[in-house]
C-alpha cells in the first residue's frame, strides 16, 4: 500500500522552475529521506505536497486520493503532517498551548498522540509544559514543532531539515523518536543534508541535484556507495 505518492512534479517561483519531474513514493511505516545539497530543492518538495506553492504540476496522491489544488488546511485535515525547517512556533503561547493548537480528532489507521504520549517520546517537553515557547531553546522548539504536529494524528509526516542548528544530543533524541514513530506505522519523508543522520532511521533515499531526482535506492546501499556519496553530497 503506498500512502503518498508523486509523479512528475513540477515546481515554479515567478518565472524560475526549480522542481524537474521529481517522483516518488511512501509506504505506511518507512522513511524516505531527501537528500541533496542546500538549494536542491529538498524543501520546495515538501511544499509542493501541503499546497504551499502558487505554481506546480504534476501528481500528488495522499491515501489513493488527489490532492493537487487543495489548500494546506485540508490536506493536513487529510492525516497530512508537515514539520517546516523555520519551526513557526507560537512564542507568546506554552507549551501545552501549543499542542491544543494542533490537535485533531482521532484518525482511523492512524495512531493518536496525546499530551502525556508525545512526554513520554519527547520527555524534555513534560518539564517545560508552563514555559512559553519563545523561551525554549532552538532543539526544544523543534521537538515541540513535531508534537504539535503528531497531534493531528497524521499518517505521513514531511519533517524538513530537522536536524539542522540542533545540539547532538536533541539530534539522538530525534532519531529516537523517528524511529518510536516507525514502529507505530507512521511514514516519514526526511529531508536533510545531515547523511549520518538520515542513514540512521531511514530506508530509502531520493538524492536531489539541482531540483532533478539523480539517485534512487535503499539508505544502507548509497551510504556504501563512495562514488554517489561524493557525487552528490560532497561525503
Not at 508523486?6 to 524537474?20: D, E, K, M, P, S
Not at 529521506?33 to 501541503?50: C, D, E, V, W, Y
Not at 489544488?69 to 519551526?87: F, N, S
Not at 531511514?202 to 562514488?227: C, N, T, W
Amino acid at each position: 500500500m503506498t500512502l503518498l505518492r508523486v509523479g512528475a512534479l513540477n515546481a515554479f517561483y515567478g518565472r524560475a522552475q526549480i522542481l524537474f519531474d521529481v517522483a516518488f513514493d511512501v509506504r505506511p511505516g518507512e522513511v524516505v529521506a531527501l537528500l541533496g545539497r542546500n538549494g536542491a530543492g529538498k524543501s520546495t518538495t515538501m511544499k509542493a505536497i501541503m499546497g504551499l506553492l502558487p505554481r506546480t504540476t504534476g501528481a500528488i496522491s495522499f491515501m489513493g486520493e488527489s490532492i493537487v489544488g487543495l489548500p494546506p488546511y485540508r490536506i493536513a485535515r487529510m492525516g497530512l503532517g508537515y514539520v517546516p525547517e523555520d519551526r513557526r512556533i507560537f512564542g507568546d503561547l506554552t507549551v501545552m498551548e501549543n499542542l491544543d493548537t494542533g490537535r485533531q480528532p482521532p484518525r482511523e489507521g492512524a495512531p493518536s498522540w496525546t499530551p502525556e504520549k508525545l512526554f513520554r517520546v519527547f520527555p524534555n517537553l513534560n518539564e517545560m509544559r508552563g514555559r512559553r515557547a519563545s523561551r525554549m531553546s532552538g532543539g526544544e522548539q523543534q521537538m515541540l514543532t513535531i508534537s504539535r504536529t503528531l497531534m493531528g494524528n497524521p499518517r505521513v509526516v514531511l519533517l524538513d531539515e530537522p536536524s539542522e542548528g540542533v545540539a547532538p544530543v536533541i539530534v539522538e533524541q530525534m532519531a529516537d523518536m523517528i524511529l518510536e514513530l516507525k514502529r507505530e506505522g507512521i511514514a516519514i519523508v526526511l529531508s536533510e543534508q545531515n547523511l549520518h543522520f538520515a542513514a540512521l532511521v531511514s530506508d530509502r533515499v531520493y538524492v536531489l541535484e539541482k531540483g532533478q531526482i539523480r539517485h534512487e535506492g535503499p539508505m544502507k546501499e548509497f551510504v556504501r556507495d563512495d562514488a554517489a556519496r561524493r557525487a552528490y553530497l560532497g561525503v
